[in-house]
């Protein structure tokens, strides 16, 4: 199980809702849910997206998706 407390941490700083976020990169709200709470896992393509919409470098990648 992956922790995503620093994901949903930044999201609150930023006032970026799971319903924002999920439509900013292409996935209906319950399935962005399903992946904060490990019963799907995020794509590739769907962390860069993630990243890429709330400013954080890249090389945060590791730090922000795979903390367990």
């Known amino acids: 199980m ?16 799971q319903e924002t976020l ?3 990169i292409g996935v209906s709200e319950t399935t962005l849910n399903k992946k904060l709470n490990n ?5 590739q393509d769907e962390m860069i997206a993630i990243l890429n919409i ?3 470098n890249i090389s945060c990648i590791s730090s922000i ?3 367990h």
């Open 39 to 43: 019963n799907s896992q995020f794509k």
């Open 22 to 24: 999920a439509k900013s």
């Open 2 to 17: 992956y922790d995503y407390s620093k994901l949903l941490g930044i999201m609150k700083e930023q006032n970026i809702t």
């Open 54 to 56: 709330l400013g954080i």
């Open 65 to 67: 998706f795979f903390n």
